[in-house]
């Protein structure tokens, strides 16, 4: 079975939300943890990965190397690259390995042929071991600038689904880029965090439409309801109108951001607050659909 955690918008306290749950399900339920925010991966702080049991690169696209022993110099390479990324130096070209999307545009244009060949890069890695709470954590993680975190959490799950368990709860990056339709492809069921704001809401619809497409089973829970009663409200409107579920209402409490500056799920650190009660209650709830 595989739940995944999304959120339109960042900010909402998605990965908050998605460790508490991870401890929790994790008492009765074999599970697996994997954070797919390759970007900015940071359910290891959370769930404290204290030891990395294996870390495999991840192969990615070519990308173009100039050879200074052959170019001249003519710089038509650099007039054609659509992504504007080779430059001077010296009396040759050079490619810049973080802009570079392997395009082949600049080979076919080099009049020198043989001097514009391409290699493999490696744009990211999947990382695995145990938390501090019993339960394996994937990671998937992406180098600066390169592109194709979609197949990256694509290889993350396949590391994922090889460890014994019930359940993989997936942490998806925010918004609706490819690495979080990679993350939503192939799960039994969405959970959709959102606040009671216009923008979260907007971004909301935008993810609702991959969920739609992949006919995937979809709740909502509100993070910091709140904030705003009467937002919430709408947002209840708008979910029940759509059949979909809110299985949470979560009270915006500081021992959520203080349980983030001791890098704790906040069900651990402060067991009996607002927040860690409401997100008991979310928990309970989505036992009940599994
Ligand atoms: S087109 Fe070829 S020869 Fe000209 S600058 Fe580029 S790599 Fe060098
Ligand atoms: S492969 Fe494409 S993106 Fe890369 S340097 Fe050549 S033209 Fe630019």
Redesign the pocket.
């Known amino acids: 079975m595989q739940l995944t955690v999304a959120s339109g918008k960042g900010g909402v306290g998605k990965s908050s939300i998605t460790a508490s749950l991870s401890f929790l399900l994790s008492q009765d339920i074999n599970l697996v943890s994997l954070d797919a925010d390759a970007d900015t991966p940071n359910l290891e702080i959370l769930l404290k990965v204290e030891r990395w049991e294996g870390k495999k690169p991840f192969e990615g696209e ?3 190397v100039i050879d200074p022993s052959k170019c001249t110099g003519c710089g038509i ?1 650099a007039k ?7 430059y001077p130096e010296d009396n040759h070209y050079k ?2 390995e973080i ?9 076919i ?1 080099c009049p020198e042929k043989g001097t ?1 060949n ?1 290699k493999p890069t490696i744009p990211g890695f999947v990382k695995w071991g145990k938390t501090s709470y019993g339960f394996p954590l994937v990671t998937a993680e992406l180098l600066p600038g390169r592109p194709n975190s979609g197949k990256l959490v694509f290889e993350a799950k396949k590391v994922a689904r090889k460890f014994n368990h019930d359940l993989l709860l997936i942490d998806a990056a925010a918004g609706i880029g490819c690495s979080v339709i990679a993350s939503i492809n192939g799960s039994d069921y969405v959970l959709v965090v959102v606040e009671p704001t216009e923008v979260s809401l907007t971004d909301a619809q935008r993810l609702l439409k991959i969920t739609e497409h992949f006919k995937v089973k979809t709740f909502a829970v509100i993070n910091k309801f709140n904030i705003n009663e009467e937002y919430t409200k709408q947002l209840e409107k708008f979910f029940s109108e759509r059949n979909i579920k809110v299985v949470g209402r979560i009270p915006y409490d500081k021992s959520a951001v203080e349980a983030l500056i001791k890098g704790e799920p906040a069900v651990k650190a402060y067991p009996d607050s607002p927040f860690s009660n409401a997100v008991k209650k979310l928990t309970e709830n989505l036992k009940q659909i599994f």
């Open positions: 070519r990308i173009a390479c054609h690259c659509p992504y504007e990324c080779i490619v810049s802009l570079c999307e392997g395009c082949n545009v600049c080979s244009v514009i391409f």
